[in-house]
Every structure is written in C-alpha cells, then in structure tokens.
C-alpha cells in the first residue's frame, strides 16, 4: 500500500515525440535551458553541474542570487553523487515518495553544484514523477546529471502548469518547451530538512508544504505530524517562540517564520506565487456579502457564486483540496489576465490537508491583505 498523500496523481500520457526528448538532452547538455514538464509545475531546466547554464535559470527568472534551486534527478541516479550523506530518514522517504513531489534537503557535498545551492552547504533535491521529465533525465548525461529546474516563471510570480504557461511567460529565453499536458499535481513539492536531525530529535521538518501531506510522511517516519511542521528553538528567531506556542494543531510554521539558521529554500518568502492583480483573501461570509455589488472582481472559491454579478467573475474551485491544489495556478494565471481590479480568494479550511494550498494563497496575497 502507498502512503496515504500521493494518491493516483502520475501523468501517463504524454504527445511529446522521442526525437524532442533527445533534442532537449542535446541542448541541455549544450548549456542551454529547456521548458521542462514534471508532475508538480513546469520547470526552467538546465545542467545542474555548469554554473553558466545555472546562471542563464537566475537570469531568465530574475531570480535573486541567494534563493537555491532544486535539482531533479533520474529514478536510478544515485543521490549520493551530489549529497555528503544520506541520513535513514531521507531513505526512508525516497523509498516512499521518489518519483514523486517531495525534495529533501541534504549536506552538500564539497564542490559540488554550487551554483544552485544560494551560497549555502546543502543542497536540495528532488525525482520528479512525470515521464518527459524521467525521459529526458534518462538520455541526459547518462541518466546521472542533474538538472536545476525551479518553475519556469519570473521570479515570485504565478508558477506555470502548461506549456503555453511558459511560452507566453519566458517567450525566447527558452530554446525549447516540451509539452507534456496540464501538472497532474499542480502545486510545488514538499520541502523536507533533512540536515539537522541531531538537533531535531533525530527527524526532519518540513520547510515547505506542498505535493506530499505531513501525515503521509509522518506514517513513513513513525512520527506525529506536528513534530514534522512545528520548527525547533534553533530554527526560530526568539520574537517568534510565543506566536509558535499558540498555534493551532495542524497548522504549520515554515521557512519564511524561520531564523537565518534554517536552510533558505524556494517558495519562502512572504510573498509569492503572486499574480500582477492584487489578492485578497477574504472569510466566506465576508465575500457573500460583498459579492453583490463587487465590479471587476475576480473571484476564488470552492463552490458555486451566492448569486448573479455581471460585473464580475466567479470562479468555482474543487472542494477537495487535492484538486483545488491542481487547478490554482491554472485559475490564478485566467484571472489575472482577465483585467480584473482585483482578487478575491475565499480562505480554505484550516485543516492539515489544506496547508499547501493555505500556504501559496497566503503568500500571492502577502501585503495585499
């Protein structure tokens, strides 16, 4: 049985052809950058192990010189190449979840990848669950490179879940785009530490929410959720111990809270997966109530409009979070360029199973609120 969290999420079909696989591992290969399909977001992917193709992703992207990059690796590439070490927990969750949407972050090893690690001694890495992706990666330096892919958008913007996504959001900075379909998972994965486990009580914590839920890892662990989201004295800054002491079960403190002793990782700062029009997240009985009379409002909410408003859109989002998680980006990207005076986003139930989605509402409405 499959840990609860992955669900039937693997995308199957693909029309890309086999020679745009070996056109994408040449240029690749070549240093160029390629519009790289997983089962997450779509990535900007270039050799991990070449610091001028690394550079032309920061570039691209505009992407801040001390913000890492995940590197996505071949099923049967061997971790080790690019990690000082490989703790029991990480083989334990690479046993579960490789392919699949979930990065760990591990000890560099020295001199390796640096130029996708932010300056720091770790490095992040993922094997994504997409079979262009694996297909490329299998052709690509003999399927035991890397390839540094982080979503192929301008940085802190709506992260791409198609391949037109990319080619109107990047046009000619990408040699190639390969169109593998719609992300079946739709969100960024799961970012877990796995650096610090002497320090933690010998388990990792989670960074970032995303494609694999904290109760699917902590059955792998053996562990309680919460000891995975709730960040240790020596990730904290002192201001922020009481806030974490009144938090809520389920409801997870990440790496944007953390000190600058935690690894930095992709996707924590405050704000992000931002669109251009403003977001506001408001409580269901507050958009009700405001919806009648809104004029160019785009709406999100995981039901049907209250009522008729020919001023404005509503959009009806999946009730369950899984597929609400699939359809944002998707949603976020039509609304905002549907010239709207601004977003409205209906706040998502304040579960567990909702913290990835909770998490990039949060962030695309940060200083918008």
């Given at each position: 049985m499959q840990p609860q969290g992955r669900g039937p999420r693997r995308v199957t079909q693909t029309s890309v052809h086999p020679r745009?696989?070996?056109?994408?591992?040449?240029?690749?290969?070549?240093?160029?950058?390629?519009?790289?399909?997983t089962e997450t977001v779509y990535g900007l992917a270039a050799d991990a192990a070449n610091p001028q193709a690394v550079a032309k992703i920061y570039a691209a992207k505009g992407r801040p010189a001390n913000h890492p990059v995940i590197v996505h690796l071949h099923r049967g590439a061997d971790p080790l190449r690019w990690a000082a070490?490989?703790?029991?927990?990480?083989?334990?969750?690479?046993?579960?979840?490789?392919?699949?949407?979930?990065?760990?972050?591990l000890p560099r090893r020295a001199g390796v990848a640096e130029a996708c690690a932010g300056g720091q001694d770790t490095i992040a890495l993922r094997c994504p669950d997409h079979p262009v992706a694996q297909a490329v990666l299998a052709l690509f330096q003999g399927g035991q490179g890397g390839l540094a892919a982080p979503s192929a958008n301008r940085f802190g913007r709506i992260s791409p879940t198609t391949a037109a996504h990319v080619r109107a959001e990047l046009g000619a900075a990408v040699v190639l785009v390969l169109d593998g379909g719609p992300c079946a998972v739709g969100i960024e994965s799961t970012i877990v530490d796995c650096t610090r486990l002497q320090a933690m009580d010998g388990l990792p914590r989670i960074l970032r929410p995303g494609g694999v839920d904290a109760q699917a890892i902590a059955a792998v662990l053996g562990c309680t959720e919460q000891?995975?989201?709730?960040?240790?004295?020596?990730?904290?800054?002192?201001?922020?111990?009481?806030?974490?002491?009144?938090m809520a079960p389920g409801m997870a403190m990440h790496a944007t809270e953390a000190a600058p002793e935690a690894p930095r990782v992709p996707g924590a700062l405050a704000s992000h997966y931002a669109p251009v029009t403003p977001l506001r997240l408001l409580q269901a009985d507050a958009l009700d109530t405001a919806w009648p009379s809104a004029q160019r409002i785009g709406v999100l909410a995981p039901r049907g409009a209250p009522g008729a408003n020919s001023q404005s859109r509503w959009l009806a989002m999946p009730a369950d979070a899984q597929a609400y998680a699939q359809a944002l980006y998707a949603a976020l990207r039509e609304l905002d360029a549907a010239g709207l005076k601004a977003i409205w986003a209906q706040a998502v139930p304040a579960n567990a199973s909702w913290d990835a989605v909770r998490d990039?509402?949060?962030?695309a409405a940060a200083d918008k609120r």
């Open positions: 745009e696989i070996v056109q994408a591992a040449g240029l690749l290969e070549a240093g160029e950058l390629v519009g790289l399909p070490e490989l703790p029991d927990a990480a083989r334990k969750l690479i046993a579960a979840f490789w392919p699949g949407p979930l990065t760990l972050v000891s995975l989201l709730a960040l240790p004295d020596l990730y904290l800054d002192a201001r922020l111990q009481p806030q974490r002491a009144g990039r509402l949060q962030r």
